[in-house]
């Protein structure tokens, strides 16, 4: 918001003597009476100092959360079920007990992160789930694997609602697309480079132990160490930045709190909690990322399906790299078409549908002998990643009230988790898992149609609040209030 400036006025406070437009700022203790006055130069400045440590944070955090979650179809590739003793329908499960424990931990992440510094809470769960991680190497038998799997997906399971938390709490709603696809982008990273790791561990042949318990040691080192970092360099706060001085902590709030972003608190609202339960736009969302994640067993079974129709295991890791590349292509498609058009983002949520619509209706449909064609095809399937960071990005632009941001956050991935149960259990016909590919169309359709009922009741809502006009300064709260988008009036959704 940059308010209206009058230009050549030397008495106007919103201009420096340079004549840079300039903006009112709170001090670090925020308080309404101490106001400063910070040009465009320095606001981008401190943007670029948040960028250089808080975004490549979780970029870490989120690039091996990823590759613990993928690194279980790598394995499988290498004798791991064989060697487990399981059978189709076991893998299936021993997928979705990761899930499992993700949806039981939402629940609790829900009051944690309303009670404890989200940054602190982050980093020591990071680090628990790394030690889990690592104890996937250890089991012998099914039953021992699938239980570490639900561990592992217990530790794991508020760090990606409490990232699009932190993503709301550093940048303004036009900033957050670009900052969500950073660290999604990690996603096709970790596609690419867990491929190559697990390349590299195949090309070692005889090993002490097996080449995918290996896999998940080296995965599960990594992301101990991410979590040092994120518990060691995270800032709990704008306010609170240590590589910020005092005026750009200042200005870091201050930005925040003009966009009428409320700032983290530690207190747990259930008036909050209500209104998030029964607001239908929290809902479309969490059924968007229900759906959106319905639809991804096939990142999960890609490599079995293209080891399944002849490669070999090496060339199986090789073949499968082009999915990430697509996958991060995809969504700088997205954000960029997102900053530098006027086509909402629920619109781009729709055109990022396609790809991975086109690519389960072509497994579908394409011949046995259409080796080249089902790899190809696979790759378009796995592309769900841009379709996340619109939803995600709609999360974080969307909800205000500490509590409910929480709410709503946990909820869409308690539906993720409830997904990701689902649908592996429909991938256990191989080498075409047809059950699986039509769930996926369907899921996808879905998605579709979520993004265009959202678009509709937020801009609907929009409209019937630019009607009825904008508050008096008397009636306003302050911008970074701990108070709801229902209840600010002034606030304006993003679609």
């Known amino acids: 918001m940059s308010g209206t400036f009058e230009k050549g006025a030397k008495e106007d406070p919103s201009m420096d003597e340079k004549g840079h437009q300039s903006k009112p700022c709170l001090d670090a203790t925020n308080t309404v009476e101490e106001l400063t006055i910070y040009t465009q130069e320095e606001e981008r400045a401190v943007l670029r100092k948040i960028d250089r440590v808080v975004l490549p944070l979780m970029c870490i955090v989120n690039f091996f959360q990823y590759l613990d979650k993928q690194s279980i179809g790598f394995a499988a590739v290498f004798n791991m079920p064989d060697e487990l003793g399981m059978s189709s329908k076991q893998y299936s499960w021993s997928v979705s007990s990761f899930y499992f424990g993700q949806l039981i931990s939402e629940y609790v992440f829900i009051y944690i992160m309303s009670r404890l510094p989200i940054s602190r809470t982050v980093g020591w769960t990071v680090i628990t789930w790394g030690v889990v991680a690592g104890c996937l190497a250890a089991p012998g038998n099914f039953s021992g694997f699938t239980a570490v799997r639900f561990l592992l997906g217990f530790t794991e399971g508020g760090v990606s609602p409490a990232f699009v938390i932190i993503t709301g709490s550093w940048y303004k709603k036009s900033e957050q697309p670009f900052r969500v696809a950073g660290w999604v982008t990690c996603n096709g990273l970790a596609q690419i480079f867990g491929a190559l790791i697990m390349y590299g561990i195949g090309l070692a042949g005889n090993t002490a132990i097996s080449n995918w318990r290996v896999m998940f040691l080296v995965c599960g080192g990594g992301t101990v160490l991410s979590g040092i970092l994120f518990l060691v360099f995270m800032p709990l706060g704008p306010g609170t930045a240590w590589f910020l001085n005092a005026r750009e902590r200042s200005i870091a709030t201050q930005r925040l709190a003009e966009e009428r972003i409320s700032k983290e608190q530690t207190t747990f609202k259930v008036s909050q909690l209500k209104e998030a339960l029964l607001d239908h736009r929290v809902w479309l969302l969490v059924i968007g990322a229900f759906c959106n994640t319905l639809a991804s067993p096939v990142i999960k079974f890609g ?58 209706i072509c497994l579908l449909v394409l011949p046995m002998d259409a080796k080249w064609g089902i790899v190809g095809c696979t790759w378009m399937a796995t592309v769900l990643s841009p379709t996340m960071v619109v939803f995600l990005s709609l999360i974080a632009s969307n909800f205000k009230g500490n509590t409910k941001k929480s709410v709503a956050s946990n909820s ?28 996926d169309i ?21 409209k019937r609040r630019d009607k009825n006009g904008h508050r008096t300064a008397e009636e306003q709260d302050s911008g970074d209030a701990d108070v709801t988008d229902k209840q600010d009036k002034d606030f304006r959704y993003t679609w």
């Open 412 to 439: 869409y991935f308690i539906l993720y988790a409830a997904a990701a149960i689902a649908g592996p259990q429909l991938w256990t016909n191989a080498p075409r898992y047809v059950e699986g590919v039509i769930t």
């Open 303 to 360: 490599t079995l399906v293209i080891n399944g129709f002849g490669w070999s295991k090496l060339n199986t890791m090789l073949v499968s790299l082009p999915a990430g590349v697509l996958q991060i292509i995809m969504i700088w498609i997205v954000v960029v078409g997102i900053r530098v058009t006027k086509i909402p983002r629920s619109c781009w949520g729709i055109l990022a549908s396609i790809p991975p619509l086109v690519g389960n």
């Open 442 to 462: 369907v899921a996808i359709g879905a998605c579709i149609v979520v993004f265009a009922l959202f678009g509709l009741s937020v801009g609907w809502e929009n």
